[in-house]
């Protein structure tokens, strides 16, 4: 009774205008606008007067829904100021080269990613949709756990390949039938989050252990079963081009997640979406000549000398991971020169972000055409042969 009597006789103090003048500062209040001792006033008045408490937290509210929604994700810029600053002062034992740092990067993000969603979302279906040159668009629904799955029976093929141990040892090389193994088995998310994160930083450690130039370690093509998923035709494969085509599939499905979810996610940074830009853009060729092969082309075939590549096709890729790709239309195998650039048959502009999603198979040719001039067939052929680089 003796605090309520003290609150009364406070009030029966307040002078009109005080609270009037409190009064005005609540909105002011309500948005964290107010001097520090403006709002140790409001605060004190809101405990005595009813009317102006009630007032403060419909203000305080509507505040709220006048906030700019934040992207839950770490800006991707960030992970590489931290590594630079520390670097800077104290250079990395074994640094990871250059070809394998977008597969350490699309890791950490997609770790993160996993991290901020609930357990509820785990369970979300995720799409997952490719090209098949004979069946035309494909699909298949999953969940979060079953993507990582299938990252992990991917990813296990390079494992195996630079001796580290492959997940699936009886699963065989094929990729698709080593994601459907990986499948057949029920798991909690630890048990698919785990071992695909340990996977994925042993592979970390295992380039930076290797080192080298891009191009300069190889490894047998045979390895990696799907032959046709990486550029070129010997037997010996870039180890690079296995770092970089599992970075991509990192990327590709992390997006596939945060779509499903409805996670903000960016796409990769400038220098290391070039890399991948330039990988699918490297791909191109031998796709173009399995299609023609298969009968698939629309474009009249040209019979070309060996080594010569016939006609070209000028691929400008904007954005800031983008670049100019000559592509050899007629002979998969040979160097595009100078001259035969400047004589490009057809010319197609595509964004970045585009091209790389047509290649993974997430957009169809029709939705990924921006600017094209030229022979219209050259152009089609090239576009249907980009979606053919896509995988389940």
């Given at each position: 009774?003796?605090?309520?009597?003290?609150?009364?006789?406070?009030?029966?103090?307040?002078?009109?205008?005080?609270?009037?003048?409190?009064?005005?500062?609540?909105?002011?209040?309500?948005?964290?606008?107010?001097?520090?001792?403006?709002?140790e006033r409001v605060e004190a008045h809101l405990h005595d007067c009813g009317g102006c408490a009630e007032e403060a937290l419909r203000l305080r509210d509507a505040a709220l829904l006048l906030q700019p929604q934040v992207s839950l994700d770490l800006d991707p810029k960030l992970r590489?100021?931290?590594?630079?600053?520390?670097?800077?002062?104290?250079?990395?034992?074994?640094?990871?080269?250059?070809w394998a740092a977008p597969l350490d990067f699309e890791a950490a993000r997609l770790d993160a990613l996993l991290n901020d969603i609930t357990e509820d979302e785990w369970r979300t279906p995720v799409a997952l949709r490719w090209f098949d040159d004979h069946e035309g668009w494909l699909g298949r629904t999953t969940t979060v756990s079953g993507v990582l799955d299938h990252l992990l029976a991917g990813d296990g093929l390079l494992a195996r390949a630079v001796g580290l141990p492959d997940p699936l040892p009886d699963a065989g090389d094929d990729p698709g039938a080593r994601t459907f193994a990986r499948w057949?088995?029920?798991?909690?998310?630890?048990?698919?989050?785990?071992?695909?994160?340990?996977?994925?930083?042993?592979?970390?450690?295992?380039?930076?252990?290797?080192?080298?130039?891009?191009?300069?370690?190889?490894?047998?093509?045979?390895?990696?079963?799907?032959?046709?998923?990486?550029?070129?035709?010997?037997?010996?494969?870039?180890?690079?081009?296995?770092?970089?085509?599992?970075?991509?599939?990192?990327?590709?499905?992390?997006?596939?997640?945060?779509?499903?979810?409805?996670?903000?996610?960016?796409?990769?940074?400038?220098?290391?979406?070039?890399q991948l830009v330039d990988l699918a853009a490297r791909r191109l060729p031998e796709s173009i000549a399995r299609r023609r092969r298969a009968g698939l082309a629309v474009s009249e075939a040209r019979l070309t000398t060996a080594g010569t590549p016939g006609r070209t096709l000028h691929l400008e890729v904007e954005g800031a991971g983008g670049g100019h790709f000559y592509i050899p239309l007629d002979s998969p195998s040979a160097t595009v020169s100078r001259t035969a650039a400047r004589e490009a048959v057809a010319h197609v502009a595509l964004d970045d972000v585009v091209f790389c999603q047509l290649a993974a198979g997430r957009i169809t040719p029709d939705e990924a055409a921006s600017g094209g001039e030229g022979d219209p067939l050259v152009i089609h052929d090239v576009l249907c042969a980009a979606a053919a680089l896509s995988r389940l």
């Open positions: 009774m003796g605090d309520e009597a003290e609150r009364a006789e406070h009030r029966d103090e307040r002078r009109p205008g005080d609270h009037q003048e409190l009064m005005s500062l609540l909105g002011a209040w309500a948005l964290s606008a107010c001097a520090a001792d403006d709002a590489a100021r931290v590594l630079d600053g520390c670097l800077a002062r104290r250079p990395a034992t074994q640094p990871i080269p250059s057949a088995g029920a798991r909690s998310e630890a048990d698919a989050w785990r071992p695909w994160r340990e996977q994925t930083q042993a592979l970390v450690r295992a380039a930076a252990g290797t080192g080298g130039r891009a191009g300069e370690r190889t490894v047998p093509r045979a390895r990696f079963g799907d032959e046709d998923r990486l550029p070129g035709t010997g037997p010996l494969l870039p180890l690079s081009d296995a770092y970089l085509d599992r970075a991509f599939a990192c990327w590709v499905h992390a997006d596939d997640i945060a779509r499903a979810v409805e996670y903000p996610y960016d796409p990769p940074l400038g220098p290391q979406l070039r």
